[in-house]
């Protein structure tokens, strides 16, 4: 029985052993499958969209809007994913979580929410998923895309390499036709790879360690994966140029492995109205259409034409695509004394906001198509009529929105990071320079059919801005690339007198520099950033990015319709362009209309019907100059002056009956320092003086003299008279030119075409000083000048 018993024991000690090995193996199971479970993050605040998404079903509209087919394949959805140790294929690789592609993994819609930037910098990251062909796409090639992977990524399909693509912001595409197999399911395995702002290249405000005006950084795949079928002679590309002035569409179809007699078939169409179809049509020749009773395209009326390509050989059709496109043409032309921005041939102020595109739960990737949308239908709701898109590349349905909605797009190249002697990191012959250039060119490829795209800005303020000969290379590259849209060097900061644009950044009010060459636009591309806290909608990422703060809905409306009223009145400077910061908050920079989880408009209705009328008072009204200040560029205007470190005794030196004989003459702005858009013609240094000059108004309606106002720049206290009435008085300083109401009082001794006396007193206690003065004419309708 002892034996027995003992048998029994040692049965049930390997039995045990044998369940606690199972038990251990079924554990590693479960774990290895909890781990591969996707769920949703929780960012600090979501947007009301984050519990629209569904992994079955991700922004799954077409992808190309501007060149459809219909033989085409989502891939986004669940993707696994791991951190491997380079970019080399292994079958056996193991992947420990799942992602939501197309979310980067430092969002919280991804299910990762990697927030390791730092340890993350250069490191590879494998995705993969298994798909399977469908029945009508198996006689056909197969093209497989990426809308964007951020920075460096190589693509293998069923374990061969198709391809790899080095650049953030523009779409590209692989032929995997030779890599599928005959097997049902397909593979397709992804490497990643960003160095963010320490590579080089563009990286936008993507930073590791985001804080103030930087942000969480994006790596990988952040736009729609897709396929698509297409015959082994395919349409490639479309190139669409209008032509306003000649009223004709030229067309370049550009064609994939054409033949001898491979043509095209072009059909043009007014909604479902057939206009014109143009057979026979060369492949890669640029093909001008004359378009009959021609529809514009602009903000008011965005008016699209529905274009078919057809690829013919042997008479047959071998391809097709629809496409659209708008008659639109954007310049700089005289108007005013100043040259301004002209829209088919008009006068046109923009009026927009910064647009950074970021979602506090998808970070690069809005959520849904809806969310997508809702920034640009904010702009439209104020009243707005453009978007700066400020240095990052949105996914072709964004700018698809901008074509429908009839929204103008100033688009930002995205700036370069630090790199490493001039280098791109971890490509050693990668010149940093040559490749900002070659993604520029990419991202300006890929957006030319876009009739919202009027204008690129090569550099923001001086990031990643080099040298004047290399800023000069830049614009030239720029504008070889795209002929047909204007060119911005450089948004703020350094200007070298080159492209299309002059820009100036000015918080938190709005301002015109002078434009001493007056030839190029003259544009203020960045103000405001109006602080308004909304509890319960913020970011609270520990730093805190202010301009100018209020406190209350009222005041925040107040504040914004002052400086629009402003913009107003510096549009008779030349001012022919503005853009408010900023359409959301984004992170620690709180100053947007919306707040960063779209949840709160930061106004109510009412406020928004009064912003919204000052904004569209803009574009439809201007100002003009009456008598100019001496801002460089405009004819300066002798004053007689006194300048004395006392006062004068008693004020009769404000009236006309005053003698100033013994006074000098000299030429305006009077001032001391540095203050920049501020010429010093005659030099200031003391602590009081006094102007007079005698202006007789000769070009003042007595109709317009409702709408007269004065432009400004005053440092310090200062006093205006006219015709001895006080017309203003002006307490500390300004640091620009500012439009000043006149009083009622002074305003009714006006004589147009008769002398009157403009007296002026002006104070300096410390620092800079300056002083000078002109007249505008305010508020006008552009119609009525000529």
Known sequence: MRSLHTRILIIDNQTMRKLNLILLLSCFAFSFSFAQKWEMKQARIMTPWAEKVDPKKVL?????????RSNWLNLNGLWDFTKVEAMTYNASQKYDKKILVPFAMESAISGIMDTNHADNKGKVFAYRRKFTIPNNMKKEDVLLHFGAVDWKCEVYVNGKKVGQHTGGFDPFSFNITDALTNK????????????????GYPHGKQKIGEKIIWYTPATGIWQTVWLESVPKTHIEKLVIVPDVDNATINIKVLAENAQADTKATIKIYDGKKLLMTTTHADINKELPIAIKDMKLWSPESPFLYDLTVELTGKDKVIDKVDSYFGMRKISVEYFNGHPIMHLNNKPYFHYGVLDQGYWPDGVYTAPTEEALKFDLEKIKEFGMNMSRKHI??????????????????????????????????????????????????????????????????????SWGQPDEATTRKSVA????????????????????????????????????????????????????????????????????????EVH?????????????????????????????????????????????????????????AEIRQAIERNITHTSKILVPTSRAGE??????????????????????????????TGAAGFGNGSLQGASNNTKWN?????????????????????????????????????????AASLPKFTNRYKVVEISEEAKATIKPNQPNLIAVKCLNKEGNQFIDLGFCIYDVAIDTIH
Not at 184 to 199: A, P, S, T
Not at 448 to 453: F, G, L, Q
Not at 636 to 654: E, I, Q, R
Request: contains cysteine; charged residues 25%.
């Open 392 to 461: 990052k590349v949105e996914p072709a349905r964004w700018y698809y929105h901008c074509d429908k909605m009839g929204i103008l797009v100033w688009q930002d190249i995205p700036n370069p990071g630090f790199g490493e002697n001039g280098k791109i990191i971890g490509e050693k012959n990668m010149d940093l320079r040559d490749n900002f250039h070659d993604e520029m060119v990419r991202i300006m490829k890929s957006l030319e059919n876009h009739p919202s795209i009027v204008l690129w800005t090569v550099y923001n303020e």
């Open 686 to 726: 003391t602590s009081h003086i006094y102007l007079r000059k005698w202006e007789d108004f000769k070009d003042l309606n007595r109709s317009d003299l409702s709408k007269l106002r004065m432009l400004v720049f005053h440092d310090e206290d200062c006093e205006i008279y006219i015709n001895g009435v006080l």
């Open 552 to 608: 209350s809905q009222e005041e925040l409306k107040d504040r914004f319709v002052n400086f629009t009223n402003q913009i107003l009145g510096l549009q008779a400077n030349g001012l022919c362009a503005a853009v408010y910061t900023q359409i959301t908050d984004v992170e620690d920079e709180e100053n947007g209309l919306i707040t960063y989880d779209r949840k709160v408009v930061k106004v109510n209705d009412a406020q928004l």
């Open 477 to 548: 590259i720029a504008q070889e690339t795209d002929p047909h849209r204007l060119i911005n060097a450089a948004s703020g900061w350094n200007d070298y007198e080159c492209g299309d644009i002059k820009d100036t950044h000015w918080y938190p009010e709005p301002n015109v520099l002078p434009n001493p060459v007056n030839r190029r636009a003259s544009v203020c591309g960045e103000y405001g950033g109006i602080t308004y806290l909304v509890n319960g909608h913020r970011w609270i990422g520990g730093s805190k990015m202010q301009y100018t």
């Open 60 to 68: 799954d509209e077409y992808p190309r809007p501007q060149m459809t």
């Open 635 to 664: 004819m300066v205007s002798k004053w007689k002056y006194y300048m004395s470190d006392k006062p004068l005794s008693g004020n009769a030196w404000k009236n006309t009956s005053f003698e100033d004989n013994a006074w000098k």
């Open 184 to 199: 049902k399911e397909q593979e397709i395995c992804v490497f990643v790879q960003d160095y963010q702002e320490f590579g």
